[in-house]
Nanobody, 117 residues
Framework: QVQIVESGGGLVQPGGSLRLSCDASGSVYTIYSMGWYRQAPGAQRELVALITHVGNSDYGESVRDRFTISGDMSKKTLFLQMNSLKPEDTAVYYC???????????WGQGIEVTVSS
């Protein structure tokens, strides 16, 4: 059983910054990738950023150059530094782990980020 704890969300003004953190425990699977997804009200869940076991990273087009993903796969910790936040970044952010082979993906409970003045 994988336990995932996300933290760091909240309310921030446009142009501000937040840092999300994610800690996972209980998994014995080898991680293929770790990432952040988000879901705004009425919208589909979308990729924010991910990093793979070989160190490659990928970002959603709308956050590229503003957000930075980092983490330690051996510790199963993940971070998302979000700068220059915009109201359209408002969403529930989910931490995600994908594993080698066939084990099911793991998702966090989600953490709210609200960008508003």
């Amino acid at each position: 059983q994988v336990q995932i704890v996300e933290s760091g969300g909240g309310l921030v003004q446009p142009g501000g910054s937040l840092r999300l953190s994610c800690d996972a425990s209980g998994s014995v699977y080898t991680i293929y990738s770790m990432g952040w997804y988000r879901q705004a009200p009425g919208a589909q869940r979308e990729l924010v950023a991910l990093i793979t076991h070989v160190g490659n990273s990928d970002y959603g087009e709308s956050v590229r150059d503003r957000f930075t993903i980092s983490g330690d796969m051996s510790k199963k910790t993940l971070f998302l530094q979000m700068n220059s936040l915009k109201p359209e970044d408002t969403a529930v952010y989910y931490c995600h782990f994908r594993y080698m082979g066939t084990p099911p993906d793991s998702w966090g409970q989600g953490i709210e980020v609200t960008v508003s003045s």
